[in-house]
């Protein structure tokens, strides 16, 4: 069923095929007859399949309806678990210490479980040093080994290299 139906009057078909609250199938009549029939019972007449020959209708509570609809997205939302991606800078000249320091927060990272995007930034004079950059980086994933591993290896964009490292399950 869609998420919006159409209820009521704002049906307008000739005739529909109607359906009681139960399920059970009442036969195809016009949509005037059938909505006389939902109020008698004090329910709503709700178009469920327009594309159908002929429509079909079903009598409901729509209030009820509308609410179970919002109660299972809700439980639908629960269930799903979102995934951030943290991010780490680093630069080719960087300390050993400071390198623990910047390993210690993206293990933090991991085992709560979150991505970690390792950028390992380049300026001037540093773009001549590449392989000292790579160097830094494999040395960062390595200290990372037991806590996540790399899905996109180091690469170049830009001024930057990149890499991303996912936990382990």
Known sequence: MSKELAIN???NVKEVRLLSETGEQLGIM??????????DKNLDLAL???????????????????????????EAKKKQKTVNVKEVRLRPGIGDNDLKT??????????????????????????????????VMMNFIGMLKEFGEPTKAPKFEGNNMVAIIDPKK
Do not use: T, W
């Open 30 to 39: 016009s949509s005037k007859q059938a909505l006389e029939i939902a109020s």
């Open 102 to 135: 910047k390993a210690n927060q993206a293990a933090k990272f991991l085992q709560k479980g979150d991505k970690v995007k390792v950028e390992l930034r380049f300026r001037g004079r540093e773009l001549g040093h590449k392989d000292i950059g790579k160097e």
């Open 9 to 11: 009057e704002e049906i």
């Open 48 to 74: 469920i399949s327009p594309n159908a020959e002929p429509p079909v209708c079903r009598i409901m509570d729509y209030g009820k309806y509308k609410y179970e609809q919002a109660r299972k997205e809700k």
